[in-house]
């Protein structure tokens, strides 16, 4: 079905909770196999009706934040889901005490429980009131970004569509438009702050009220992280300062020299080549024909991919007045189908579009037909290689997006991959601190992020522009205020999708088949399992780190542009 027919109700929260508790009570009153089997079938399938309706206002709102229908049916779920997660949570504790649960853990494997149990740990109803609140200042943040109006060029844009003026030739015009957006950010600084402040301490409280001294495991659990902990966590970040900031450090000096500064300011920083970045040839529709052409070539399975993406109008990417920031990609459980969410600025991200969310939108392809549906749920960290690994398969085909900018474009990729590692990896860093210490000033937590500027891009000056230099660049990283500690899951992704594609400038086929097989596994693998299968190393081994990175920075080396 195609997107703009897909059809929404809201689901009143009386029916929908009766309707849940009574298939409580139906799988709980099961006296065989057979019956406690058709139970989880309505369970599943009820799931992913309301899920599906959810899902739709929440993607609907993104795509007009203005509208006031969607706004009303967004404020709607936010307020009601807490609620339902109660009875959500008795139908998960049901079936981890099921005596039918080995039949299942037969059927289905042990995975889909473990990870049920971890999801038990996130919810008491006593935290119901705080969730609420949660999910209020997340949309009140979404909103806020969305409605940037900046005066710039003549013209009235939104930070999406200054982006490309950060890029831009001439430093006095990338100047001007990095403070320009960095004015938006300073007159809001305020409401940010608050936001921001009242997210940490509401998560305090759900913390407590989960048993925990702070936020920090509940935040793990949520993550669904089933393989891996915080001490490990700490590892990878050891790692990252050791081996990858001085490489990135090397890249970023090599960066300033080519385009002839001193210094790399952040006016400097997103801009690589002195006679301008590589970016994408053509119109949207020009670049969305030659994807199809690529991902047809690529395989059958993808081409059958992108075939349904397009007939059934899964795709939203041009930027507008109202629309919600940032990209991602989203699964409507109920029509089967992903979509994919962007905002199309004219730069080489777009056609990440086009390879990372579509990344994420073929492994959802992939596992449509999974069932039950907790089979289909992958850690975040898995989606990650899902998406970042697509990007480097994707190299063959991009002369079609650049032209005769295409080798700029593999530099600029493959030197990126690795010089985002050391900001994904502060992201967490300044997470975990925030959340240990909770009640830092709005100051300290400034001066936190200043200090990791220090210590993971040290080749960075921030003076000159007041967003930066008093350490607010933390405000316009979304994933803090919406979803806490994913962005390291980006970072542990990278190494593995880094490891794909040394493997693919060998063997395309051998790749190729490790990675399809990777993706097949959907959510019936942890992490650690699946990167293990493929043969790939543990991020968790500083040493590997070091491997990975140097042989990038060799082809880097060989082939500078």
Known sequence: MKFPQMPYARPDYDETRAKLEALLTKFKDAKTKEECFAVCEEIDEYSKDIGTMFNLAYIRNTLDTTDEFYDKEKAYSDEVSPKLTEVQQELVMAKLQSPFRKDMEEAWGTLMFDNAEIQLKTFTPAIVPDKQEENRLQSEYSKLIASAQIEFDGKTLTLAQIR??????????????????????????????????????????????????????????????????????????????????????????????????????VYDDPFEYPEGNANPKGTPDEIFAHGKKMYHELSKETGEFIDFMMDNELFDVLTRPGKAAGGYCSFISK??????????????GDIDVLTHEAGHAYAGYVSKDIYPSELRRYSSETAEIHSMAMEFFAWPWMEGFFGDETKKYYYSHLASALTFIPYGTMVD????????????????????????????????????????DEGRRWQSQLHLYQYPFY?????????????????????????????RRLVGFAGTKTFVDLIKDAGLPSPFVPDNLKTVADAAAKWLDENSY
């Open 429 to 468: 860093e300044f997470q975990h601190h925030v959340y240990e210490k909770p009640n830092m000033t709005l100051k300290e937590r400034n001066d936190l992020w200043l200090e990791l500027e220090g210590k993971y891009r040290p080749w960075l000056d921030l003076k000159g522009v007041p967003f930066f």
């Open 164 to 265: 490309p003026y950060f890029e831009k030739p001439d430093r006095g015009v990338r100047k001007a438009a990095t403070e320009a957006a960095a004015a938006w950010y300073m007159q809001n600084k305020d409401k940010l702050d608050e936001i921001f402040d009242e997210l940490v301490k509401v998560r305090q409280r759900i913390g407590e009220k989960l048993g925990h001294p702070n936020f920090i495991q509940v935040g793990y659990y949520r993550m669904q992280r089933n393989c891996y902990d915080e001490k490990m966590v700490a590892k990878f970040r050891e790692g990252v300062v050791k081996y990858i900031v001085p490489i990135a450090k090397r890249l970023k000096d090599a960066q300033a020299k080519r385009i002839g500064v001193d210094t790399l300011t």
């Open 487 to 515: 962005y390291i899951d980006y970072c542990l992704a990278q190494i593995m999708a880094l490891s794909f594609w040394a493997e693919d400038q060998v063997d395309h086929d051998s790749a190729w088949g490790k990675y």
């Open 335 to 348: 029509f089967k189908s992903p979509f994919i969410f962007a905002n199309f600025n004219g730069t080489a």
